[in-house]
């Protein structure tokens, strides 16, 4: 398959973050294999453009600073001292672009289903092709000697300490916060694993960070195929 399951695990300073500001870590992580990948789907077009509807009816660019969810990635951005125009969360940045153009972006099967359930959760979703991570992803503060290539960059950036972070056994970045993902693990219409993230924060219940996992796993084995396996899915028993 040309590549190795990675492990997961999250730095005890992440988690500590839960404290500052009353807003906490809520986050899912798992593994999606045999996955066959294509540029787009009709059935999937027609999800698109009503997830887009319901958030131009539901949101305006000014309601968006009202939004709790929204405002829990801002309370994790003050935390780590990153709170300003150049680090807006990935769900924020999205809802944006659906209420200036009135449409989700196409890119490709398996990118397209985690935006869409971004944009209806309002949480933070990625994937990362398993065949450009080296070894374990840790969840961790960065100390600045990471390597880190932004997406749609022709070069890399250097990265500030003190920020959270995934970064892989290379000790590069695969997602600086829930801001930008990395040229490293782009996911193309040749990828085949991911490893996937569903962060949330403490305005979100952790079913609903459930939820938005689950709903990523259905239309991905739907439109893609793939087999699940789950790295870390701390949700309590009665959620």
């Not at 730095?11 to 500052?20: Q, R, S, T």
């Not at 929204?70 to 001292?81: D, M, N």
């Not at 398996?110 to 944009?119: A, C, G, Q």
């Not at 972070?165 to 040749?190: F, I, T």
């Amino acid at each position: 398959m040309g590549h190795t399951t990675p492990g997961f695990s999250t730095a005890p300073e992440v988690e500590a973050l839960e404290a500052l500001d009353g807003q906490g870590w809520r986050g899912a992580y798992f593994v999606m294999e045999g996955l066959r990948n294509g540029s787009e789907h009709p059935d999937l077009e027609i999800l698109k453009v009503d997830a887009a509807q319901e958030a131009r009816e539901r949101f305006a660019p000014d309601t968006l600073r009202e939004d709790p969810v929204l405002e829990g990635f801002r309370a994790l951005h003050r935390a780590v001292g990153r709170a300003n125009r150049k680090t807006v969360s990935s769900p924020e940045n999205l809802l944006r672009l659906v209420l200036r153009s009135g449409a989700l972006p196409r890119v490709n099967l398996l990118v397209d289903i985690y935006n869409l359930v971004s944009i209806q959760s309002r949480l933070a979703l990625g994937a990362h092709d398993l065949a450009g991570v080296e070894g374990d992803i840790r969840l961790r503060l960065t100390d600045g000697t990471e390597g880190f290539h932004p997406l749609g960059e022709g070069a890399p950036k250097p990265v500030a300490p003190g920020e959270y972070a995934y970064v892989d056994d290379a000790n590069d970045v695969l997602c600086r916060m829930e801001v930008r993902q990395v040229e490293k693990s782009k996911v193309g219409l040749d990828t085949r694993a991911c490893f996937y993230i569903v962060q949330g924060n403490g305005a979100t219940p952790w079913e609903a960070v459930r939820a938005a996992a689950e709903e990523t796993i259905a239309l991905t084995q739907r439109f893609c195929g793939g087999k699940v396996r789950w790295l870390h899915a701390p949700w309590p028993e009665s959620s």
